[in-house]
């Protein structure tokens, strides 16, 4: 199996590759279209801020590409806010993947919200196996409302959608990678969707 990490300048990009590499598989981190148009999962990480991530993405010809892969996609944390409609961070256009907007937690919470977190109303094959409220490890400012596209809720402040599923689309507001076993198992999930 050919896993391909999106490499853009954004992301915490070695955490997730070893994550991959403890479940038995080799990823490759590329920026280079051919390679990942051929790959049979692709990982789309983001650690940052959503303006200068859609830069990078812009400047390497991977805004227009990743809207059209046809093969499993996951975005992880910034990566999935960037395949929303838009974010209020940076004013930012998205890539339009998932059709809701990300906005910013009030002033009322501690921001970012930063640390473990229970999901809830699980509703997806990435969570095969794994138990409602189990706690991931999220770092954000932002959040993606709940929508029709919510497949996993979290609360802070309010419910908010903690992963988001369209076709062959996934992405998780939390970092799978770096939530112990049961982050794992939904890593392992996804490379067998």
Known sequence: ???????????????????????????????????????????????????????????????????????????????????????EEGNTKGLGIFDVDVVKFTSKVKVPQMGWNNVYNLKSDLFKGISENEYMYLVHSYYAPICKETIATTNYELEYSSALENENFYGTQFHPEKSGDVGEKILENFLKI
């Open 1 to 87: 199996m050919k896993i391909v990490i999106i490499n853009y300048g954004a992301g915490n990009i070695q955490s997730i590759m070893f994550a991959i590499e403890r479940l038995g598989f080799k990823a490759v981190l590329s920026n280079d279209p051919e390679e990942i148009k051929s790959a049979d999962k692709v990982v789309f990480p983001g650690v940052g801020e959503a303006s200068y991530a859609m830069k990078m993405l812009k400047e390497s010809g991977l805004d227009t590409l990743i809207p059209t892969l046809k093969q499993p996609v996951f975005g992880i944390c910034l990566g999935m806010q960037l395949m929303c409609n838009s974010s």
